[in-house]
């Protein structure tokens, strides 16, 4: 690898918007991973989360795809190009085996990244996932949906599947999530689930290269255990010829990440009687994600 390559990147430059963390020692040699976070898009958490991994010895590039400069402010035909960029550049510096982790609405992006760049990507980890591509939004003076797709591929918009409503449900969410006492807008997303439009559905057999699915029983944001049967589903009636794993947690929640965080407190499944055993069932997922890279 080369030693006088930059740790930071920015778009007009390099295509993509990322910082490079690098352990002292290299455990996984060869091997790279680019980690993304969700709806807020940007690098704050993203940093924290790539410097786990850095401190675990793999190499990780925290990536931002909104939110930042020279990017998008809303997740509305945003480009899975400066993923093709990214991981691009990791290849052009020795790394042979390039893998994506995304959580969230990243998780619907590293699916569908790795869909879509055979070869570049090697390893999806999708955490908190989604089956489908999903309609945009924009989050301008609340959430507002936007009639087309979240993402977008060398300058052509993705089939996604449409919301059931053309307003944001402000206070239907606000009555559910009151009445269970947790953020969720899964009755937003499980039409999408069961009945997306069949050219959104994301082609996961394309991945070359094995996949790992995280979910929590407790996720109440959005119905990832749903969506990922539903990937392994698919995954099997396609003959998917590498490993493909689905680990569904107990206890933890839509914020299924292997670190502390305030934010985490604001979920059931990592608050109150449930913050050990969410804790324990986050930092499982470490360890097993870890020996999926190993596996590569």
Known sequence: MSKTENNTYRVKTDGFYGELFRPAEDKYPGKALICFSGSDGGIEMTRLLADVF???????????????EDLPDRFVRVPIDSLEAA????????????????????????????????????AVISVAPMSTVCQGFAKEKGISFVPESSWSFHGKEIPYSS???????????????IQIRDITMTDLYVPLVKN???????????????????????????????AAEKIMKRL???????????????????????????STKFFKGDRGKNKEKGRKARMDSLVKTLEFVSKW
Do not use: C
Not at 58 to 68: D, G, I
């Open 163 to 177: 919301f059931e409503m053309e307003k944001f449900p402000l206070g239907h969410i606000l009555r559910k999530s």
């Open 87 to 122: 991981a691009k550049r990791l290849h052009d510096m020795g790394y042979e085996k390039v893998g994506l982790w995304g959580i969230s609405k990243g998780a619907e992006l590293s699916l569908l990244a790795g869909s879509l760049l055979p070869g570049l990507v090697n």
């Open 236 to 262: 099997k009636e396609h003959d998917f010829p590498y490993l493909y794993q689905h680990l569904s947690y107990e206890y933890g929640s839509h914020l299924f990440v292997p670190m502390e965080l305030r």
């Open 196 to 226: 997306p439009n069949p050219d959104a559905v994301i082609k996961v057999e394309k991945i070359t290269g094995p996949i790992l699915l995280i979910s929590s029983k407790m996720d109440n944001m959005w119905p990832s255990e749903l």
């Open 54 to 68: 850095r401190s675990e010895g793999l190499t990780t590039l925290a990536l931002a795809y909104v939110m930042e």
